[in-house]
C-alpha cells in the first residue's frame, strides 16, 4: 500500500461528545508517525448501523456517501476507529459501488448541495491506517517505553471479529502485542460488549457485560484496550452500573491510541486520560514499575 | 413504513411501528445531523487538549440544513412523524 501522507478522520458521535481522549490520541500518535489527520467539515452522524439503517435505509445510505464524499473532496482515504462507523460506511461505499441505480439516485440527492460520491477513496478502519498503511516497523521505531507486565484484554468488538475481513483481528492484536504488554486470550472474547442488546432489553445487556467483565477479573487482567467507542462505553459504564448493585469491578477501558501514546513517550494529561472514570493512573504505575502491582 | 427498506433491504421484516428505544437517535440525526448530544463541557476541554474545534455537524448549521432537506426529500419525516416545530416525534 502506499504511504498517506494525510488521511481524513471520521470522528463519529461518540469521540467528540464523550471520549476526547480517543480522538486526541489518535491525533497525537498520527502526527507522530508522520501522517496528517484531517477533520472532515460538516461530517454527520456515519449514520449508525443499528438503528438508522433498519429505520431509514435511503437516508442511511445517502449520509454515508455524504461522509465520504466530504472526505474525497479533501483528496483524502478516511478512516474511522468505530466499529459501527465502518460497518456503516464500507457497507454503503460497496453498496454505491455496486448499485449504479442507486449511486446515481444518492448522487442526484447530494448535488443540489454540491457534492458529489466518487468511491475513489479508500474507507479504513484505525486498524488498517497503523497496520497497512503506516506498518509495524515504522510503530515500533516510534516506541519509546513498554507496558511490560501489564496485563490487556482486547475488545475486538463484533462488527471487526465478525468482519469479511478476517485479518482484522489478527492485525489488532499484532498491533497491541508491540505495546510490549501481556495479551489476555479470554474464553469470553467473542462475546458481545451488550450494546446492541440494550435497545431490546437493557438488562440482559448488562448481564452480557458482566460476563465478560467477569471472565476478565477471572483471568486478572489490568486493562482492556479497543478501538470501538459503543463498546468502550459498555464496558466503562457497566462496570460503574454493576458497581451500583454490588459489584467491584474496576478495570480501567483505553482506546489504544492512548496506550500507543503513552509508548510513544507522551503523558497521560496531554491525550485527556484524566477524563476516564475507571483508575487509569495504576496501569501507567505497573507499567513504570516493571509490571509490579 | 417501509418502501424504502423493500427497495434496500427486500428481504427484511417490515418495521411497522418505530420502537420507543430508537426515537432518540432519530430524534438527533434529524435536528442536527449527529446521534446524540454535544456536552459543552467537552467542547470546552478540546481547548485545553489542543484539538481545536468541532467542525462536524453539532456545529455546521448548514449541515444539518443538508440533512434535514435529505429527510424530507426522502421522506424520512413523514416516516417517523416527526414534527418540525416542536424538533421531536409525535408518538
Known amino acids: 500500500m502506499t504511504e498517506a501522507k494525510k488521511i481524513a478522520f471520521y470522528l463519529g458521535c461518540a469521540l467528540p461528545s464523550a471520549q476526547l481522549f480517543g480522538e486526541a490520541a489518535g491525533k497525537i500518535v498520527l502526527k507522530d508517525l508522520g501522517v496528517e489527520p484531517l477533520d472532515i467539515e460538516g461530517a454527520t452522524c456515519c449514520p449508525d448501523p443499528e438503528i438508522s439503517r433498519t429505520v431509514a435505509p435511503e437516508l442511511w445510505v445517502t449520509m454515508a456517501g455524504r461522509n465520504i464524499a466530504l472526505a474525497e473532496k479533501m483528496d483524502a482515504d478516511v478512516f474511522t476507529v468505530c466499529n459501527g462507523c465502518y460497518d456503516t460506511l464500507t457497507h454503503a461505499y460497496h453498496m454505491l459501488s455496486e448499485d449504479e441505480q442507486l449511486n446515481k439516485k444518492v448522487n442526484e440527492n447530494l448535488m443540489k448541495f454540491g457534492i458529489q460520491y466518487q468511491g475513489k477513496h479508500r474507507v479504513l478502519h484505525a486498524i488498517e491506517v497503523l497496520y497497512d498503511v503506516i506498518g509495524l516497523e515504522r510503530i515500533k521505531k516510534q516506541i519509546k517505553r513498554k507496558l511490560t507486565g501489564v496485563r490487556v484484554a482486547i475488545q475486538y468488538g463484533c462488527r471487526i471479529r465478525l468482519n469479511p475481513k478476517k485479518e482484522l483481528v489478527r492485525k489488532f492484536r499484532e498491533l497491541v502485542a508491540v505495546l510490549g504488554c501481556e495479551v489476555v486470550d479470554l474464553e469470553s472474547d467473542r462475546i458481545c460488549c451488550g450494546v446492541p442488546m440494550m435497545y431490546k432489553d437493557q438488562k440482559k445487556a448488562l448481564e452480557q457485560t458482566k460476563m465478560r467483565l467477569d471472565d476478565m477479573v477471572k483471568n486478572k487482567v489490568d486493562c482492556i484496550v479497543l478501538f470501538c467507542p459503543a463498546c468502550y462505553d459498555r464496558l466503562e459504564k457497566g462496570q460503574l452500573e454493576l458497581n451500583q448493585q454490588d459489584a467491584d469491578y474496576d478495570i480501567p477501558v483505553f482506546n489504544y491510541f492512548e496506550l500507543l501514546a503513552y509508548c510513544f513517550g507522551h503523558e497521560p494529561d496531554e491525550f485527556g486520560a484524566y477524563l476516564h472514570k475507571l483508575d487509569y493512573e495504576k496501569i501507567f504505575e505497573k507499567a513504570q514499575s516493571g509490571g509490579k502491582p | ?91
Open chain 2, 1 to 91: 413504513m417501509s418502501e424504502d427498506q423493500d427497495n434496500l433491504y427486500p428481504l427484511r421484516k417490515k418495521m411497522l411501528k418505530l420502537p420507543a428505544a430508537y426515537k432518540g437517535a432519530i430524534e438527533e440525526i434529524l435536528r442536527e445531523g449527529m446521534n446524540r448530544e454535544l456536552p459543552g463541557f467537552f467542547e470546552d476541554e478540546r481547548e485545553n487538549l489542543d484539538i481545536g474545534e468541532v467542525k462536524t455537524a453539532w456545529r455546521n448549521e448548514e449541515a444539518q440544513r443538508q440533512i434535514q432537506e435529505l429527510a424530507k426529500t426522502l421522506g424520512i419525516d413523514e416516516k417517523v412523524a416527526f414534527d418540525w416545530s416542536k424538533k421531536k416525534i409525535k408518538y
